[in-house]
């Protein structure tokens, strides 16, 4: 940094506000936005900005228009705070994976509707959802699992549940999608119609669902997911409850804008309707990264400049995991108000010893941006924050609240990714 690094005294009025989080013991500053928590500490750590009011409008903006229920992927991001501003704001169903997001969900949001939408699970997973957390819905995409979920739910006296609401998961494809989830779960259509038949004779309410993978950049991926939905209906014969149509929901990311989520819903509706299932069948879907993609975003220090790589103090085990593994691009926005060059490409490197630390890019940032400085990673929300390990003795990162909007947003009316220069200059 070349203006000083000097904490200016207090911060402002609005950043000596302060929110007591679920945990009790944190008490989370707020700020205008992220140059002025630079201003006011200079963190050698990086700092998680979060946006309790980008959230909110991703909430309110499924709750309200998604033609069915949204119930909200809890991997993508499960800090409390942001399941409570989810719940707040209309969210009422939560897609759980694990036992601890079960633990966790209960006891953040106790009247929260729990739905366990992992194919392969413990048996004492799901005796233990079952029998203490309330939780009736569960996936599944063999007759193993379908085995396991019944005699995990059985009673006392041996007697099977008789409200099990069982969830089929189909496989679908994933071409439409940045990233796959087409590999690992679901049942083949070929095997559906049987595993249907089975399922319904197991449960008191029987739904189908499947995942087109995630950041699906055009709705015709779910287009595609509702004719096998279709096909395995009629092959089965049986009566469909609920069609839940996943996760996959797109955030905005530097190179990938996609269409309105208005244009999702409207395509989803519309191939729902025309479904041979009965008049007062639900729809679901399962967003998790469009729910959170915008809540939070990342700022980081320059340690050192190597050309055109900045070794930066978070990386592949931190929030960056995605920008490391599958080279997803951030958009990026340095904070220091006297660069003067034009952009340039830049690659990172993490703070750890490892060379997988890496993170290509490319990101946009003015060419005389050097060590010292600090810049903003945005879009972190999902899958970002939630990532963060402890390796190698990195991964300390301290959160505050910040007021401004986020990089880009779904929700404002504006899709495009607008707000920065750099951000800009990638299009
Ligand atoms: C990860 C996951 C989701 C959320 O996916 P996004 O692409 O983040 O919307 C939804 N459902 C299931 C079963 C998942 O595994």
Known sequence: MRR??????LPNRKAALFKLTVWGSLELHTYPDARSVVRDIAPDEPVILNRPHAAARAARFFAEKFPGKAMYAVKANPSPDL???LWANGITHYDVASIAEVRLVHATLPDARLCFMHPVKTASAIREAYREHGVRTFSLDTEEELRKIVDAT?????????DLRLCVRLRVSSEYSEL???SKFGVDLADAAALLQATRQASDWLGLCFHVGSQAMTPFAYVQALERVRAAIADSGVVIDMVDVGGGFPSVYPGMEPPPLEDYFAIIHRHFEALPIAYNAELWCEPGRA?????????????????????????????LFDAAHVAWRFPVRALEDDLVQPFEEF????????????MKGPFMLPGDIQAGDFFEIGMLGAYGAAMKTAFNGFGAAQAVIVEDEP??????????????DNVVSLR
């Open 180 to 182: 796959s989830l087409a």
């Open 347 to 358: 690659s990172f490197y993490g703070p750890t010893c490892d060379d997988a630390d890496f």
């Open 83 to 85: 399941l409570q501003i």
């Open 407 to 420: 990089m880009a947003s779904l929700y404002t009316g504006e899709r495009a990714l607008p707000v920065t």
């Open 154 to 162: 059985r009673d006392d006296e041996g007697n099977a549940a008789t």
């Open 291 to 319: 729910l959170c993609a915008e809540y939070s975003s990342l700022i980081v220090k320059i340690e050192k400049r190597r050309g055109e790589e900045l070794y930066i103090n978070d990386g592949a085990y931190g929030a």
């Open 4 to 9: 000083s690094a000097a904490p200016r005294g």
